[in-house]
C-alpha cells in the first residue's frame, strides 16, 4: 500500500500525515509514504496528467493522498481525478465541499459533525504513541506564548512555573518554551529564586524531536493553555497533563476546546502531579487508521 502525502512544507501539517501514515502501517508494515510538495506539482500539470493515460508522477500509484493545509486541497482533489482507485483524505476541514474528498478528518473543535465522509478526532493527530517509559516525579513545562487568541502574561507565566516548582518539591523539572515565547523571558526566569529547581532548555537550544522524546520520559507535563496541539500531544504520549491559564483575547472553538477537556477532566489546571487526572488511553491516529484501513 502506498500514500502519497501532498505536502506545503509546514512542519505541524506534517506531524498530521505522519500521524496518519504511522498509525496505518503499524497496521500494514508494507505500506510506504511518499511526500511531494506543492512546488513540485503545478496545477497546469497535474490537468495535463488529467488527459493523459501516462503519467510518472509518482513513484508509484497511490492508494491514499494526504493534504493538510489549504494550498493542497485542489490538487489532492485533482489527483483524486487522475488516480481513480486512490482514496483521498483531507487531515482538516477541507476549503473545497467535503464531498469533493473520500474522507475529511476534522478535528471536533471545527464544529463539523460525522458522517460517512467525516471522520470527528479529539485534536489534530500526531505521530506520538504512548511509549510506556514515564519516570516518577520527572516533570516537564511547555510554553507558548502570544497568539490571535492570547495574550502573554508574564507574571501570570512565572506565578504558574512557580507554583508548580513549590508544589512538587521532589520532582526534576524541565521547562522548555516556543518560537511565540517573548525572547527574553528565559532570561527573567533565571533570576527568580525558583528557578535553581529547574533545568531550563530554550527552544532554539533543543533539537527536532526533543520535546516528543520528554514527553515519554515525564509523568506530569504542563503547557499553556495556547498551544492546544501540545496539550493533546501530551495526552497521547501518555501523561498526566495540566495546562497553565493565559489571557484570552477572544473566546471561540479552540478555547472552548480546553475548557471542555477541564469540565471532563481529561485535564486540570492543579499544580501538582498527585492531583492531576490519571494518563487517559489517546489513540486518535490509530482509531482513524483503523476506521480507514476498514474502508478501503
Avoid at 494526504?66 to 483531507?90: N, P
Avoid at 512555573?161 to 527573567?188: G, M, Q
Wanted: aromatic fraction near 8%.
Amino acid at each position: 500500500m502506498h500514500i502519497v502525502y501532498v505536502s506545503d512544507g509546514k512542519a505541524g501539517h506534517r506531524s498530521q500525515a505522519l500521524g496518519l501514515f504511522q498509525a496505518m502501517q503499524r497496521q500494514q508494515p508494507e505500506t510506504t509514504f511518499e511526500e511531494v510538495l506543492i512546488t513540485d506539482l503545478p496545477i497546469i500539470s497535474l490537468i495535463l496528467a488529467l488527459f493523459s493515460s501516462k503519467n510518472s508522477l509518482f513513484k508509484q500509484a497511490p492508494d491514499f493522498i494526504f493534504g493538510v493545509g489549504s494550498h493542497t486541497h485542489f490538487r489532492v482533489w485533482l489527483l483524486g481525478k487522475i488516480f481513480k482507485k486512490a482514496k483521498t483524505i483531507i487531515l482538516m476541514k477541507p476549503s473545497l465541499p467535503i464531498g469533493c474528498f473520500d474522507y475529511a478528518v476534522i478535528p471536533e473543535h471545527d464544529g463539523i459533525h460525522a458522517d460517512s465522509h467525516v471522520i470527528v478526532t479529539r485534536g489534530a493527530l500526531n505521530p506520538i504513541r504512548n511509549e510506556n517509559r514515564h519516570q516518577t516525579a520527572r516533570v516537564l513545562i511547555a510554553l507558548g506564548g502570544s497568539s490571535k487568541r492570547h495574550q502573554w502574561n508574564q507574571d501570570k507565566v512565572l506565578s504558574s512555573v512557580k507554583k508548580i516548582v513549590e508544589n512538587n518539591p521532589n520532582a526534576e523539572i524541565i521547562l522548555t518554551t516556543s518560537r511565540r515565547t517573548p525572547a527574553e523571558f528565559v532570561d527573567i526566569l533565571r533570576q527568580q529564586n525558583f528557578a535553581q529547581h529547574l533545568h531550563i532548555f530554550p527552544v532554539e537550544q533543543t533539537p527536532q524531536g526533543w520535546i516528543f522524546e520528554e514527553m515519554q520520559k515525564a509523568e506530569a507535563v504542563w503547557v499553556t493553555e495556547d498551544s492546544v496541539s501540545m496539550i493533546f500531544e501530551a495526552l497521547t504520549a501518555g501523561c498526566r497533563v495540566g495546562v497553565m491559564a493565559m489571557d484570552r483575547l477572544k473566546d471561540d472553538r479552540i478555547t472552548h476546546s480546553v475548557d471542555q477537556m477541564l469540565e471532563s477532566q481529561l485535564i486540570s489546571q492543579q499544580t501538582c502531579v498527585v492531583q492531576l487526572p490519571q494518563p487517559y488511553a489517546f489513540k486518535e491516529a490509530d482509531r482513524v487508521a483503523t476506521y480507514l484501513l476498514a474502508k478501503n
